[in-house]
């Protein structure tokens, strides 16, 4: 089953020689989701022929422009292509009055319904599920209310384990029930438990989105063991101070939170505009902790 | 004395190909204004090297978000780019609550002061004043409160007129004044009057930018001998039935208003997403007006 990001941006605060900020798609078996949407994401979706309107879910991180100011061209232009899904949105509160206000503000017809849930920035909290993914919220410490999301891969329909539905006459869609990870009452108090009929899955992968965020142990134990870890590093660690003063982290702040995390990989990403090229993050990050990546514009990585 | 158009956007609703929606900026002798503000356009002035911070006034002809999207970004990114002077935006009722709520959600502090001005729609009025042009607005029929602006150049300071400034023993304060264009007052009643102290000055030059809008005779009053002409061009004829209903143009809808105004040129933009080309509205245009142009990124016309 196809798990991956497809990067869309990694610059910090500005676009910059037609590069843009924050954005990234995740892509679970043809589920996509959006992580954060900079100015221009709409223009960046159209380049990799990514299918907008298969985007299920959008998640920001936090409301600092480079983080969110693309959702107002993204929802008018899948309105304009004739999307019907509704479109759920994640993030922080403010989000809901900004979305309708601009919405209001345009006179918008959209044609699908948003649906838009603010989260709570202080506690991790599982916030959205579907046959695909499970998303919670990890608390992140930056200048302004934010999250990262934590993103669990589940696997649905659960294979049947055929032993033990042989015992039971289960009717078609008692068994579709089961498959989609629902508990069936045989009768009063009379309960079988889709974990007892199905075969163990295979462990799912996950992936932690977490930006931005001056260096936080608390998060680690949230992370723990995750396959990729995204962490902003924003600066190369002659910047240590000025990371700490703008609540950012630095390369070595991040390889740190991935060793700790016990992470696969670590993704490094929205660089400051200061930097010219991105070679000095992938060996300051390798340094303390080997499989580190750059992030780039176009970048697929399989989780 | 530099009056020139560059163009930044072409496209109707949508960008596509990396290409963006309205914008364009106008220089007159090196003070920049932003006429209308996609999704992007802070990246296509990075592009064409546009110094950002000398942009003095941004006029939206109306709130629908190919128009007025890429506002935020660049709002935020003068204050990166530590902008100090103010900066005025002209636009219809209802853009100051969404710049307002826009930079109250982001918690930008930008540095610099924005001078918001809500223009009336219905009724044609001069805006803006300075030392290089006079803006007044034309009143445009669309689906929403639009209006187009018509620029024209002021040339200031004026030429003295040297024998008659001989007449009076004036300051150098007072002198000031008038090549600035204000009178003096010599004594209680006694006025000079500073076109009376100037040589007349050479005709000045006259832009107007009219969209979106459906055909409209009433405009032509106001932009009658204009120098240059922007009127929208949606569509082609093909789709006039279209073009009325969505209170939009066609090439021949804006070559008439051309003809009638007897503008100098016309520039023809916004075109629809359904034409892969431009070349059937440069054809359709010199047969009714032969000086009408097409707009294109990166375009610089010397109005």
């Given at each position: ?21 924050s ?14 949407c ?22 920001i ?45 345009c ?10 849930v ?5 506690t ?103 396959d ?31 060793v ?24 300051a ?19």
């Amino acid at each position: 089953m196809k798990f991956e990001v497809l990067i869309l941006g990694t610059n910090a605060a500005l676009p910059h020689n037609n590069k843009i900020t924050s954005a990234q798609v995740l892509n679970a078996d043809e589920y996509l989701y959006l992580l954060d949407c900079g100015e221009g994401t709409q223009m960046k979706l159209e380049k990799f022929k990514v299918r907008k309107n298969k985007i299920k879910a959008i998640f920001i991180s936090h409301l600092h422009g480079d983080h969110f100011f693309g959702l107002p061209g993204l929802l008018t232009s899948f309105g304009h292509h004739h999307r019907k899904d509704p479109l759920h949105i994640f993030g922080p509160v403010g989000i809901t009055r900004y979305v309708q206000v601009v919405l209001d503000t345009c006179q918008a017809f959209l044609g699908y319904d948003v649906r838009i849930v603010e989260t709570d920035t202080a506690t991790s909290q599982i916030i959205y599920t579907d046959q695909k993914i499970q998303v919670s919220t990890i608390p992140l410490k930056h200048r302004i209310p934010t999250n990262g999301y934590l993103i669990r891969q589940v696997e649905r329909p659960y294979n049947l384990d055929g032993e033990k539905i042989k015992k039971y006459n289960l009717s078609i869609e008692q068994i579709r029930q089961i498959k989609d990870g629902k508990d069936i009452y045989l009768s009063e108090g009379n309960r079988l438990r889709w974990q007892d009929m199905t075969l163990t899955p295979v462990k799912q992968k996950a992936y932690a989105y977490c930006t931005d965020t001056v260096y936080d142990e608390t998060i680690v134990a949230l992370i723990n063991g995750v396959d990729l870890l995204y962490h902003e590093t924003t600066y190369l660690d002659d910047m240590s101070k000025e990371a700490q003063e703008r609540m950012h982290s630095t390369i070595s702040d991040a390889a740190k939170i991935a060793v700790l995390a016990g992470a696969g990989k670590l993704l490094t990403g929205h660089y400051s505009g200061r930097y010219l090229t991105t070679d000095d993050f992938l060996h300051a990050g390798k340094k303390l902790f080997e499989p580190t990546l750059l992030s780039y514009e176009g970048l697929v990585i399989p989780i």
